[in-house]
């Protein structure tokens, strides 16, 4: 947890200080699902938990920092993980929009309160910031995961409703078509 804590917080201060690169470049977005899927997939089974690749494998092109959006998906899958019941699936779904690439991370936890939906990409932000709450983290993977995405050019948001679940998703610019 500690070792996390210190990475989050590098991340954070090279994001500030505006000293954290972003490579530019395709690359596939399908298979880098797939490839942080299989990297989470230990974690996600120690709660009891499975990721799931929704559609049929297939290219899917995106345009920006492929190391950066592994560091998104393995915040996102965590996440979902984390406050999924056991015995309950994670599903990763890609979708092709006009000009970009929505990726929704979709779990069946308990929801985001209304009282905390303004705060949930801000730094340090918990839902439960009690002393005993059950999920670990440092509060700062949902502000790193946004401005890691908005400086490739995309968004990121969430949609959830109490009792049912979340789904988080982020979107990227598609590669330029050659013609």
């Known amino acids: 947890r500690l070792g996390v804590l210190v990475n989050d917080l590098l991340d954070m201060e090279k994001l500030v200080s505006g000293k954290m690169e972003f490579n530019d470049e395709d690359f596939d977005l399908y298979q880098s699902a797939a490839q942080s899927i299989e990297a989470n997939t230990n974690y996600a089974s120690a709660l009891g ?4 690749l929704l ?13 950066r959006v592994m560091q998104v998906f393995a915040n996102l899958l965590s996440n979902a993980a984390k406050f ?8 990763i779904q ?24 303004d705060r ?5 932000a918990q839902a439960d910031g009690s002393n005993t709450r059950k999920q670990g983290g440092t509060g700062l993977g949902l502000n790193i995961a946004k401005s890691f995405v908005e400086k490739m050019g995309g968004e990121v948001g969430f949609e959830s409703e109490v009792g049912r679940g979340s789904v988080f998703w982020f979107s990227l610019p598609k590669a330029e078509q050659s013609s």
């Open 84 to 91: 999924s019941p056991k015995g309950e699936y994670v599903d």
């Open 120 to 124: 949930i990409f801000t730094k340090f």
């Open 49 to 52: 938990v499975e990721y799931r």
């Open 55 to 67: 559609g049929e494998p297939r290219e899917i092109i995106a345009r920006g920092d492929n190391e």
């Open 94 to 117: 890609l979708s092709e929009l006009d000009r970009f690439i929505k990726v929704s991370v979709i779990d069946k936890g308990p929801g985001i309160p209304l009282e905390f939906r």
